[in-house]
C-alpha cells in the first residue's frame, strides 16, 4: 500500500504479533500462548524453584536467539532515530545494552544449573555451569571487539581464543551429554547401542558434523574483506536456529530413551515391578539420566504364604492384587 510507509510495517508486524500473544479470547491457541508466556516468566525468575525439564529445554532454544535478542535494541534505537542514520545504533555505547539482552539466556541457563547443582549436588551441572558461563565471557568479549571497530588488536585476540574454547566446550557438550553419543562398544560406531531414527543412521554422522562446523561459525568474521558484518549476522543467526532444530531432534531422543531406562516411559512394566525412588525425585535432566541409568536396582518382593482350606498354600506377593 503506498499510502503506508515501508518503514512502519515492521512496527505493524510487530504489533499483530503483540495482539496475538496477548490477546485473552479463546482463539489462536490461547493455551498454548499462556503456556509460552508462564513458561517466560519462570525463565526470568530461574532459581526460586525447582528446574524441570521445560525449565531448561526452553531455555536452550532461547540460547539460539543471541541474535535475534540483541536486534531487539538495535531495532528501537534505529527506530528512534527515524531510520536515519542507524549505524550509530551499532557504534559506541549501544553495544552494552545489545549485550546485556543478548546473553539473557545464557545467564538464565546459568543459573539453572548452578540450582540443579544445589539440588543434586551433581557436578556435572557445574560443568554445565561453566559452559554458558564462558558463552557470556566470549560474547562479552565480541562486543567488545565490535564496539571499538572490529579491527586487529588485543581485543580481537582474545575474542578469537574464547571463541575457540567456548565452540569446542559447548561442542563435545552436545554430543557426549546432550546427545549421549560417542559411546564405547556401542552396536553403532562413534554413536550408541539403542537409537529411534535407525532407517536413517547416517544422518546421525551428518548431525556429528554440521553441529562442529556450525559452533565454529564464528570464524566467518575473522576476514577483513568479504560479504559486511550486516550480512554475515545474519547467516551466522540462520545457522544457529538450523543447529538448534537437527539438535532438537536428536536431544528429544536421549530423553526418550532416558525415560524408557528409567520406566518412566514403557509399553509394559516388567516383572518384578522396579523401585527406583531416585527416578520419582528426579528433575527429569540431560545428565541426571546418564548417572541414573547406571545405577536402576530392583527390589524383591516378600513373599507370605496364605493357607486356605480349597485353594491349599498360595504365594501372595505384598501389597499386590490380581
Known sequence: MHAVSPSDWPLLWLAWALFIWLNPLPIFFRSSRYWLLKNLYRQLTSGVRRVEFQDFWMGDQFCSLVFTLGDLWFVGCAYSHALKNWRICTTGANWAPMFAIAVLPFFVRFVQSIRRWADSKQLMH???????????????????????????????VAWCILGVFYAGYAGAWDILMDWSLMQRHAKYRF????????????????????????????????????????????????????????????????????????????????????????????????????????????????????????????EVEDNHEQ
Do not use: C
Open 126 to 156: 557445574l560443568v554445565n555451569a561453566g559452559k554458558y558461563g564462558t558463552g557470556i565471557i566470549y560474547y562479552l568479549t565480541y562486543y567488545l571487539w565490535r564496539q571499538h571497530g572490529g579491527g586487529r588488536g588485543p581485543r580481537f
Open 191 to 314: 554413536l550408541r547401542s539403542e537409537l529411534i531414527y535407525t532407517s536413517h543412521v547416517p544422518l546421525y554422522y551428518v548431525a556429528i558434523v554440521a553441529n562442529i562446523i556450525i559452533r565454529y561459525e564464528f570464524l566467518m568474521y575473522i576476514p577483513e574483506k568479504g560479504v559486511n558484518y550486516v550480512i554475515r549476522t545474519f547467516i551466522a543467526a540462520m545457522l544457529e536456529m538450523l543447529r538448534r532444530w537437527q539438535w532438537n531432534f536428536l536431544r528429544l531422543e536421549n530423553e526418550h530413551i532416558g525415560n524408557m531406562d528409567q520406566y518412566r516411559v514403557t509399553r509394559e512394566v516388567p516383572l518384578p515391578y522396579s523401585f527406583d525412588h531416585q527416578s520419582h525425585d528426579s528433575d527429569g535432566g540431560d545428565e541426571d539420566d546418564e548417572v541414573e541409568r547406571t545405577s536402576i536396582s530392583t527390589r524383591s518382593w516378600r513373599r507370605r504364604k496364605v493357607n486356605t482350606p480349597s485353594v491349599g498354600a498360595v
